[in-house]
């Protein structure tokens, strides 16, 4: 491949020797998405969704094989600290919700303390979210279309920042939603951050109210500014080719 579509939270300059590809950074984040997806009217409750009543939700719609023991340990210690809190797991296979769960208890917490969400359409899928708290990203893969779905939904989220692509996605995602302070740099401090606030009801409203804001007003969600940004990468890509100019990296500008 000649190039690799990125942004600078994805790929620092300091990465660049780790790639084979020339690098093209667009302005804002290397994600497309859609801002006119729908988000179905919401049919579940929590009793129906198998959650609590009262209770804060965490919620990670990963799938499972990018859930490490290490990321796992976090979560645990956070629903010893969290009373009454649960965690909320796509139910990816019924061998993976069993291994889980005796992980759980291996680690001291209740396997009914884990909540396994089944596949719906995605509309369904989207409005669901509103059922939970706070979205926990894993590492060394983070979340990548499933975090633009959360961020979407209107459902807080933090990362931990990785030292590959993988595990930039969601910081990406996140400066690009003007949400910077939901990225960690460290495990503990993303344990630190989490507990923070599921203990801190006015952080989490702040944090959601400001998401709310930021889904019409920065640009993840906004569909045409990222059209304009990659036509003109390939442009600029062409024009290269056009010329017998060897591919090289090169910066999109921001296109009003």
Known sequence: MDYLVADERLIPPEHVNAYSEKIVYLPDTYQPN???????????????????EKGFVFCSFNNSYKITPEVFDVWMRLLKRVEGSVLWLFEGTPTAARNLKREAQARGVSPERLVFAPPLPTPDHLARHNLADLFLDTLPVNAHTTASDALWAGLPLITCLGTTFAGRVAASLLHAIGMPEMIATSLPEYEALALKLATTPNALAEAKAKLVRNRDTHPLFDTDRFRRHLEAAFTTMWQRHERGERPESFKVPVIG
């Open 34 to 52: 859609d801002r006119k997806r729908r988000i179905a009217e919401p049919v579940l409750t929590r009793a129906t969704a198998g959650l609590p």
